[in-house]
């Protein structure tokens, strides 16, 4: 590369680096707080800002119906319908069995994880494929 060359992409880092300091800091000069997670939320489409507390995550294949109720948004209908189709494979089963309505599942969806009974994906497979057929056995 000439000399040149080498200038026009030291002067653009300069500018790249420039312009990211100018982004991370508010008027006053102090830094400003990033959002920890940015979520598309399906309904709406907005950029919604949600930081669900790790410890606090809800198991959807093991929680007791008071544990789901406290969630918010859910009835105990809702828990009763959580419960009755377990287990699941993933918290996105809830939407695909039909079991909440979307709004409700993107509003608790970062406060729920599915625990999956063992350490191999192949063998959760295979656990829920003789689940499915042993529903479907049965009249």
């Known amino acids: 590369m ?4 080498l200038s026009l992409a030291l002067a ?7 312009a990211n300091m100018a982004c991370a800091t508010d008027a006053s000069g102090n ?4 959002p920890a997670a940015a979520k598309a939320s399906a309904p709406t489409g907005k950029l919604v ?14 929680a007791n119906k008071a544990a789901l109720k406290k969630l918010p948004g859910i009835t105990d209908a809702d828990a009763d319908k959580i419960i009755a189709n377990r287990p699941y494979g993933s918290k996105t089963w809830l939407l ?7 709004a409700t599942y993107y509003g608790i969806s970062d406060l729920l994880v599915a625990k999956q009974p063992f ?9 829920y494929d003789k689940l499915k057929k042993n529903k479907a056995a049965k009249p």
């Not at 000439?2 to 060359?5: D, G, L, N, S, V």
């Not at 800002?49 to 093991?62: E, F, M, T, Y």
């Open 49 to 62: 800002h949600k930081v669900a507390p790790r410890g606090k995550l809800v198991d959807i294949n093991s």
């Open 2 to 5: 000439t000399r040149k060359h």
């Open 31 to 34: 830094a400003a707080a990033k």
């Open 119 to 127: 350490k191999t994906a192949a063998e959760n497979a295979a656990f």
């Open 12 to 18: 653009a880092i300069s500018l790249l680096l420039i």
């Open 96 to 102: 695909g069995n039909k079991v909440l309505e979307s």
